[in-house]
């Protein structure tokens, strides 16, 4: 499904977000790096698609970047994005419920609006946690549940009607973009994820909510 829509995911995303997504990005990498401190560190962005949280990444701070995808069309269009990047952000293809790396390889580990797409959310929070070192922070930015009433209301028709229909049109695959209102309705809310976490093994769990709780930004560490 993501590789028919590969051309056209970057385009759609910030059109149908109205650029917010950006946003929610560069705020995912601020406040990665403000839990991380100084010192030379790793940070892989697991289910990196496109690679715009990698590059979020890499521009705000100077750590190592390392982007995971399995879906090989989406990591095309992400090498040409980072092709300009020194260091380089290497790209790899894998699936994250199997992470091709070591156990504790990473200083922190990302996932953005990828968690609720794999086929089972426990284990991958399980190898987030994995291939965290001890100490380690992990960051999740998700589709959630909005808080506020009226908000929610009006955002339910956007996206159950309206966005499905746009994303449909434009990329030439409905069922898509039908399916993002569809996992979203069926993914943990904000204190049910949070839950998740904590039963995973993260500590210091907490979570924000983004633009009323269409998004929610979980954060977490790895025991020392």
Known sequence: ????IAGRYDLLNHLLSG??????RRLVAERLYKDLGSGSLQILDVACGTGDLSLALFETGDARVFGADFCRPMLEVAARKVATCRPAIPLIEGDALHLPFIDGSFDAV?????????SNVREGLSELFRVLKPGGRVAVLEFSKPVVPAFSLLFKI???????FLGG???????????LPDSVARFP???ELAALMRTGGFEDVEYQNLTGGIAALH?????N
Request: charged share 20%; glycine share 6%; net charge positive.
């Open 1 to 4: 499904m993501f590789a028919t």
């Open 19 to 24: 650029h917010v997504d950006k946003r929610w």
């Open 110 to 118: 990302t996932i953005a609006v990828g968690l609720r797409n794999l």
């Open 158 to 164: 956007y996206f159950t009607k309206v966005l499905p």
């Open 169 to 179: 049109l434009i990329s030439g695959s409905k069922s898509a973009y039908q399916y």
């Open 189 to 191: 809310d904000q204190k």
């Open 219 to 223: 954060s977490g560490k790895r025991p």
